[in-house]
């Protein structure tokens, strides 16, 4: 519905570049698939993509102990980012050095540097060891990137620490010698730490980080920090609705006071619910377009505008969520949004283009497109449709009021667990169960089967875990109890309690 109360537009739209979110902290595509979504990427408009790593990437020393098992080979990496390189992607690395490090803090050599004990998720950064570990990390990664790509920008990441910083002793011992009680101020010197770590090194690289830490600061303490010359804030919201509640008039002078220029960060997948498996498309072109009214208001304050938005594309919430939409799902999301981001809205001749570039039948509309009842054949497509079948069946078992009247009346606690029930209805439910479990399962295999050609063998295991076995368990053990019911020739006489 939010698509028919489309906003009249300013009508001087700034041009803006677009970043693609590939996040790697879930379901990594195999380097082959991960090459032809960079391909569509660039075709649908991308400037550039964002890359985060997380546990994925081939480190060396101490740091291998915390990585995948499953991580890219060096080789593997060099392929990738030379593909992207060749598509005229420019490759933003983003590395995690404050919160969000649950990949590294979770492990046992790694606790100690934990900012609070009992968590996992943000560094003590008054600890030297932190230093030296991100200090490695990151001048590992760098060193790779650089390599084989230009690398203007490098994404430090640093959203929500909450307020865990000032919490270790270390901290606490470093804020005694900056003199401070105020933890803002332990957590820019530590963005100052973490960006010339990479700057003294790499010079031309800009700094991203997420623009949680410089919401409310002033431009000042900003200054003190070099904060402004050396880092610019990524203003990230995912809303599908009234952004402008979030991100304020006041909110964007400030920054716009603090910094010469900041990036946007909207969503085409992965902030619609953590555990939806299933891309719903109209929240993701709403946000967008919102996003395009963002930077129509608010790029002019800034000395150089707002100069990109990454367009992201969570493949889980954290490190220890459940997989959400996943990427062969969400193609035609990203090619909607980047389109709104763009001017704010969807012609039918951008339907068209979107159309050809992810293959779709010359039939398809952008009412399809934007239903997401396309039949497009861009690469992936077999997992989105067995995802989207998988979710329908579920949906439909849901749905089959009938069924439910039988298991309330006659498959409910008592039933299942005394074997104590009607054969005449148990007989009708068991042919009901019998049937929905044999064609989930055969989805089952499709999910393995072509889950298994892009991504590695583990995202199929653990997405059929999370979301699909607990359908299945279901069935099978109903089916279980129903023949011991109906394997049965009497039953005994109440009371049964
Ligand atoms: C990349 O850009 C160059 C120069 O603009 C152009 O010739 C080439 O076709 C582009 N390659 C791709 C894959 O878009
Ligand atoms: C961690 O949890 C334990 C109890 O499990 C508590 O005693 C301790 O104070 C907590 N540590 C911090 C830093 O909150
Ligand atoms: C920090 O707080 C303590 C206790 O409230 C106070 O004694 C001290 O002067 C404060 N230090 C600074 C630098 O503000
Ligand atoms: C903007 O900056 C002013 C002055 O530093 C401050 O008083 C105000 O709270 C800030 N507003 C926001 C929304 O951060
Ligand atoms: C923007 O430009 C003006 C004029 O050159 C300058 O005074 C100001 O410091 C700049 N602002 C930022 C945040 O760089
Ligand atoms: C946006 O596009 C839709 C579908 O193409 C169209 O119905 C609507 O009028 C457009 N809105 C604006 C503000 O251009
Ligand atoms: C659509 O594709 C079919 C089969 O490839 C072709 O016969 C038809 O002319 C195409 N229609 C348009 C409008 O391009
Ligand atoms: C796709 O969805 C649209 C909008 O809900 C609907 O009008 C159309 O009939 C659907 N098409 C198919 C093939 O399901």
Known sequence: MRLLLFLTLISLTVAVDKYVHMDLKG???????????LDLFSKLGAKGVVIEWEDMFPLTGILSSASHGNAYSKADVIGILDYANRANLTVVPLVQTFGHAEWILKTALFEPLRENENYTNVFCIGNPATKDILSDLLSQVAQLHAAVTPMPFFHIGADEAM????????????????????????VYHHLRTVSKLIQDEFPETKILAWFDEFKFA??????????????????????????????????????SQSFSSAWGGSAFKGANGNAKIDNEIVPYMSNNQQWRIQLDLHSGKFNRSIEAVI????????????????????????????????????????????????????????????????????????????IKEIVKYMKNFDDYTWIHNLENGWFGKTAEDRHF????????????YKKYLKNANRMKQDIINNFNSIF??????EFLFDRVNSFTDKLSKGLEDMSRIIGRRTFPVRPLF
Not at 27 to 37: C, E, G, L, Q
Not at 168 to 177: G, I, K, Q, R, T
């Open 163 to 186: 307020i865990q910083p000032g919490q270790c002793p270390e901290d606490v011992e470093m804020m005694e010698e900056l003199g401070t009680n105020d933890t803002r101020i332990l």
């Open 27 to 37: 379901a990594p595509p195999r380097p082959d698939y991960f090459k032809k979504s």
């Open 218 to 255: 002033d431009a000042e303490t900003i200054r003190d920090f070099e904060l402004s010359e050396r880092v610019t804030p990524v203003v990230w919201k995912y809303n599908a609705d009234n952004l402008e509640q979030y991100l304020t008039e006041e909110m964007w002078g400030n920054l």
């Open 456 to 461: 590695f063998s583990e995202t199929a295991s």
């Open 421 to 432: 029930s009607s054969r005449y209805y148990i007989e009708s439910l068991y042919n009901q």
């Open 311 to 386: 367009v992201t594309g969570w493949q889980r919430y954290d490190h220890f969520t459940g997989l959400c939409e996943l990427l062969p799902t969400s193609m035609t999301a990203l090619a909607l949004s980047m389109k709104m981001l763009e001017n704010g809205n969807v012609t039918s001749e951008d339907a068209s283009l979107i159309s050809s570039v992810l293959s779709c039948p010359n039939s398809t509309t952008i009412v399809n497109l934007i239903a997401g009842n396309d039949t497009c054949k861009y690469e992936g497509y077999k997992a989105r449709d067995s």
